[in-house]
């Protein structure tokens, strides 16, 4: 069964810092990988998924990440965080092949200050 | 086009009482998902549907929660009777699978349940 670690609770940057969320999973072959971001009172949305091809994919939002498959991990990055990126980040990781269910991390709760 | 839809967006309640909390995904879906959001336990996934048939419900807490989906428009998720540990935020989100299995999940914007 597939798992997802993120490792970090809490981030805290200012306002226009560069930012790097981590996720490691855990899946004996190449897996879907995706990262939501929840804002205050909302549901998760997709900021960007990975299910093939180029390691390093873009997002919405600015945002983008990169699958290394050597240390199991897809982070998340942005060159420049706005206020407005303070939100709840989660990592998740589906099996290939087949119907699969998304399993998520635990999220990392971004907080921006000015 | 609507995205997934879920009522009511909050719901305060006493102890014992039953709580319906409803749930219209997207046209055309075929995977339907509930999830429960706690501080101390993150997003739990409590039960999926692919063409309106419960796959895994493994993640239901208990026998008093039970889930429904009478056809590919509608879902709810109810607890009879509800206590205070119940009280969490309740997503619903939906899918289309294509031939390698299911992509991103779309969320609705969750069902916050008090139980007093």
């Known amino acids: 069964a597939q798992s997802v670690t993120q490792p970090d609770i809490h981030i805290t940057v200012s306002e226009g810092a560069s930012l790097e969320l981590r996720c490691n999973y855990s899946?004996?072959?190449?897996?879907?990988l995706f990262w939501y971001v929840q804002s205050p009172g909302q549901g998760l949305q997709l900021l960007l998924k990975?299910?093939?091809?180029?390691?390093l994919v873009q997002g919405i939002k600015g945002f983008e990440a990169e699958f290394k498959r050597s240390q199991s991990s897809f982070n998340l990055r942005k060159p420049s965080v706005h206020w407005s990126d303070a939100a709840e980040y989660f990592c998740?990781?589906?099996?290939?092949?087949?119907?699969?269910?998304?399993?998520f991390g635990r999220g990392t709760s971004l907080i921006v200050h000015p | 086009d609507a995205g997934v839809i879920q009522s009511p967006r909050h719901e305060v309640t006493e102890m014992g009482q039953e709580v319906t909390l409803r749930c219209k995904p997207i046209?055309?879906?075929?995977?339907l998902f509930w999830y429960r959001q706690t501080m101390m336990r993150g997003l739990e996934l409590l039960i999926y549907?692919?063409?309106?048939?419960?796959?895994?419900d493994s993640g239901m807490p208990e026998d008093r929660f039970s889930a429904k989906m009478p056809n590919a428009s509608f879902s709810t998720l109810k607890i009879q009777p509800s206590e205070p540990r119940d009280s969490a935020v309740y997503f619903c989100?939906?899918?289309?699978?294509?031939?390698?299995?299911?992509?991103?999940?779309?969320f609705g914007e969750g069902s916050r349940l008090t139980v007093l």
């Open positions: 549907f692919n063409n309106n048939v419960p796959i895994d």
């Open positions: 990975y299910f093939s091809g180029d390691t």
């Open positions: 998740a990781v589906g099996a290939t092949g087949g119907s699969y269910i998304p399993t």
């Open positions: 989100a939906s899918s289309f699978s294509s031939g390698s299995g299911t992509g991103e999940l779309f």
């Open positions: 046209s055309g879906h075929d995977y």
């Open positions: 899946y004996g072959a190449t897996p879907y």
